[in-house]
């Protein structure tokens, strides 16, 4: 048995590491009595963001032939022109990009450059902003809608009410028509109009 993890994480050896811990630690010990001085270290620059899209898709899709003498950089996968390596898939593209070796290569540390109050003060008024612009623009749209909306309730409220006037009006016609003539007829007369002169 190889002792092999069952998943894909690497393991660390502790026991390895320690030792290798213990061994810098005593060999500065040793420079130190000897007044060795310590070597500097090396100074990089903090890091920074990017400020270039990741391409991950350009070659989504796309057949290349590949021989013996195609160059890395043209081999499928991923390539790194930073490192010169070349990645399988965009997971570990961008693990790579972000993780250490790629950095340094870069001449950057994964040290983080902290951020003074101002700063984050800043940031936060600038969201805000943001956040007020975008509820705006919502409220400008949702006013537009209701007005719509109310507009056209008030046509169809109109529309109902003419059509309702007309209705009445036609209605209280039939009234004065109808009962006249019905009175009329049980009085046995043909009508009110001429009768109240001729008393
Ligand atoms: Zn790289």
Known sequence: ????????RR??????????AL????????????????????????????????????????????NKTTPSSQSGGYYCNVCDCVVKDS????????????????????KVERSTLEQVQKRFA???????????????????KELKEEEEKLKEY????????KRRVDESKDDEDEPVDEMAAVMGFSGFGSSK???
Do not use: C
């Not at 048995?1 to 894909?8: A, N």
């Not at 109109?158 to 006037?165: A, L, N, T």
């Open 1 to 8: 048995m190889s002792g092999r993890p069952d998943d894909h």
């Open 11 to 20: 393991k660390w050896n502790r026991e390895e590491y320690e030792r290798i």
């Open 23 to 66: 061994k810098r630690l005593q060999e500065e010990i040793a420079d130190d009595e000897l007044g060795i001085p310590k070597q500097p270290a090396v100074k990089r620059e903090l890091l920074k963001q990017r400020d270039y899209k990741v391409d991950l898709e350009s070659k989504l899709g796309k057949s290349v032939v590949i």
């Open 91 to 110: 997971i570990n593209f961008l693990d790579h990009i972000n993780g250490t070796k790629h950095q340094r290569n870069l001449g950057m540390s994964m």
């Open 126 to 144: 600038i969201n805000k902003k943001k956040l007020e612009e975008k509820k705006k623009d919502y409220d400008l749209e949702q006013r537009v």
């Open 158 to 165: 109109r529309k109902e009410k003419r059509k309702d006037k």
């Open 197 to 199: 002169k001729k008393k």
